[in-house]
């Protein structure tokens, strides 16, 4: 062997070797996203340590990325907590808390300097942006009542190159998101319906599954594309009605199923802190009326959370399905996946079902983030986290400028090292309250006539918040009220107190 020879062959590993690395590098810099939203998911998976739900799912993406224990959305209604989500940012105005945000602050108008949404960021930075399902808060982007025909105006009429929703049988957006298997709908039956069904159907047989044929539809035109891309799916369940094929409902012994430890109004809060149920009583053939003057019976409550789990199982193994379908096209490698619930839910819990309070059970939801590959360690992060903190860590993670000032933080120090923020806070909104969570405390200042309109609760001793302490421990709360009062929009000092 002559002496060139051992040389041209190392040159031709080294050449390749610093093709990979280039690409890889290339790569990192500008990965794809898939963004999943799990619509009314509150941290109730296996790897949060429910031992009774069945997510092996979501649990093995958990597993192989990270995910976080103390993660609170900003608002715990799902248009408004939404648009804190795709804009970075606390509310600043009263339309901020509400389901209509969207509405009135983003359709209809023209493009601006200013980005309406992350997406419409990403895309302004050469992504292909598609969304699939209930991304903002009408599930097919486009603006119109529950009761009307869709309309031609986008929620977010700059942020997404393709749309897609296949409403089936069910012929509107918002008919798909109320469904029954039937093809009936809410709606349709006038509200005479239960609020779960358990139907002998497939996958394909409510919308969720039809969602995710469209995810996966779309994934193969994105890999052919070899563009970077963000690809945005909102799944439905298990949002009400709990309603999802009958396998799903089979992986449960009911009489196994336990129900909420804390079945009543917390000592010292006045009930309008728990707020009404409007929600659940749309289904007017539900076996039992909750109410906050007394609970439903256990036999009632075990299936409403039956129905529940049901409905998680089922939009867990669509995930996995994706999931799947991610790896076999070989684009895992290079897609960060983020799993964001928009927000919790009592089931039972303070007597109440359903959302809509400043409690710990509405606003503390899932978040599971997996960077590409294996890159970084598996990790479970107890820090105090707010959804406004997944728009700068997504930019900063596909080195995407910030466009404006944003109000979160970027969780990738988290993800990628071992650095602490437990000490952090979130802050979140609802209607005529603030309410901010801390390591140890919940305090929430409501602008009412109505009192006790303070309430301070102390996880440490009283996790579940089932008594308000802050008339025996006013020195905490002088402590917390100014950083509340920091954090308050001036809109609630107009409100009635």
């Given at each position: 062997m002559n002496?060139y020879q051992?040389?041209c062959i190392?040159?031709?590993?080294?050449?390749?070797?610093w093709?990979?690395?280039s690409i890889?590098?290339?790569?990192t810099?500008?990965?794809?996203v898939l963004?999943?939203a799990?619509?009314?998911?509150?941290p109730e998976?296996?790897?949060?340590?429910?031992?009774?739900?069945k997510?092996p799912?979501?649990?093995?993406l958990a597993k192989?990325?990270s995910?976080?224990?103390n993660?609170?959305v900003q608002?715990?209604?799902?248009?408004?907590?939404r648009?804190?989500?795709?804009t970075?940012?606390?509310?600043?105005?009263?339309i901020?808390i509400?389901n209509s945000?969207?509405?009135?602050?983003?359709?209809g108008?023209?493009?601006r300097?200013?980005?309406?949404?992350?997406?419409?960021h990403f895309?302004r930075?050469?992504?292909t942006?598609?969304?699939?399902?209930?991304?903002s808060?009408s599930?097919?982007?486009?603006?119109y009542?529950y009761?009307?025909?869709p309309?031609e105006?986008?929620?977010?009429p700059h942020?997404?190159?393709?749309?897609v929703?296949?409403?089936?049988?069910?012929?509107?957006g918002?008919?798909a998101f109320f469904?029954?298997?039937?093809?009936e709908n809410?709606?349709?039956?006038k509200?005479q319906?239960k609020?779960y069904?358990?139907?002998a159907?497939s996958d394909d047989?409510y919308p969720?599954?039809?969602i995710?044929?469209?995810?996966?539809?779309?994934l193969?035109k994105?890999?052919?594309?070899?563009?970077?891309f963000?690809l945005?799916?909102g799944?439905?369940?298990?949002?009400l009605p709990?309603?999802a094929p009958?396998?799903y409902?089979d992986l449960?012994?009911r009489?196994?199923?336990?129900i909420?430890s804390?079945?009543?109004?917390p000592?010292?809060?006045?009930?309008s802190?728990?707020?009404?149920?409007g929600?659940f009583?749309?289904?007017?053939?539900?076996d039992?009326k909750?109410?906050l003057?007394r609970?439903?019976?256990?036999?009632?409550a075990?299936?409403?959370i039956?129905g529940?789990?049901?409905?998680?199982s089922?939009?867990?193994?669509?995930?996995?399905?994706?999931l799947n379908?991610?790896?076999s096209?070989?684009l895992?490698?290079?897609t960060?996946i983020?799993?964001?619930?928009d927000h919790?839910w009592?089931l039972?819990?303070?007597?109440?079902?359903?959302?809509h309070?400043?409690?710990?059970?509405?606003l503390?939801?899932?978040l599971?983030?997996?960077?590409?590959g294996?890159?970084?360690?598996p990790?479970?992060?107890?820090?105090?986290v707010e959804?406004v903190?997944l728009?700068p860590?997504?930019l900063?993670y596909?080195?995407?400028?910030t466009?404006?000032p944003l109000?979160g933080?970027?969780?990738?120090p988290?993800?990628?090292?071992?650095s602490?923020r437990?000490e952090?806070?979130?802050?979140s909104?609802?209607?005529n309250?603030?309410s901010?969570?801390t390591?140890?405390?919940r305090?929430?200042?409501?602008?009412?006539?109505?009192?006790?309109?303070?309430?301070?609760?102390?996880?440490?001793?009283?996790?579940?918040?089932?008594?308000?302490?802050?008339?025996d421990?006013q020195?905490m709360?002088n402590?917390?009220?100014?950083?509340l009062?920091?954090?308050?929009?001036?809109?609630?000092y107009?409100?009635k107190?």
């Open positions: 002496s051992p040389i190392l040159g031709i590993v080294a050449f390749f070797l093709n990979c690395s890889n590098k290339d790569k810099i500008h990965p794809n963004f999943i799990v619509d009314d998911l509150r998976l296996g790897i949060y340590g429910n031992k009774i739900v997510t799912h979501m649990d093995l192989r990325g995910y976080f224990t993660h609170y608002v715990p209604t799902c248009g408004a907590s648009y804190s989500l795709m970075g940012l606390r509310p600043k105005k009263k901020h509400s945000v969207f509405y009135k602050e983003t359709a108008q023209n493009e300097d200013r980005p309406e949404s992350l997406v419409h895309k930075n050469g992504y942006t598609v969304g699939i399902g209930k991304l808060h599930v097919d982007g486009l603006v009542g009761n009307e025909s309309s105006v986008k929620e977010m942020s997404w190159d393709r749309f929703f296949n409403s089936g049988k069910w012929k509107t918002w008919n469904a029954y298997a039937s093809g809410r709606q349709s039956l509200n319906v609020p069904e358990s139907a159907v047989g969720d599954g039809l995710l044929n469209s995810a996966l539809e779309e193969k994105l890999k052919e594309k070899q563009k970077p963000f945005g799916v799944f439905f369940k298990p949002h709990f309603n009958k396998k409902w449960y012994d009489n196994k199923i336990p909420a804390d079945p009543f109004v000592e010292g809060v006045h009930p802190s728990i707020g009404p149920m929600e009583y749309n289904y007017q053939l539900s039992e909750p109410s003057e609970k439903i019976s256990d036999d009632y075990r299936k409403l039956h529940y789990y049901a409905s998680i089922y939009v867990d193994h669509l995930v996995g399905k994706l379908e991610l790896k096209l070989d895992d490698q290079n960060l983020v799993l964001w619930g919790g009592h039972g819990n303070d007597l109440k079902w359903g959302k309070s400043l409690f710990e059970r509405s503390k939801s899932t599971i983030i997996k960077p590409p294996n890159a970084f360690k990790k479970k992060i107890k820090s105090i959804t903190d728009y860590t997504l900063e596909c080195s995407l400028t466009p404006y109000d933080q970027s969780l990738l988290l993800i990628e090292s071992e602490k437990i952090g806070m979130a802050f909104y609802f209607k309250g603030v901010m969570r390591p140890r405390y305090m929430t200042k409501y602008y009412r006539e109505e009192k006790p309109d303070v309430e301070l609760f102390d996880h440490t001793l009283d996790p579940e918040e089932n008594k308000n302490i802050a008339d421990n020195e709360v402590e917390l009220m100014p950083i009062n920091d954090a308050t929009p001036a809109f609630y107009g409100l107190k």
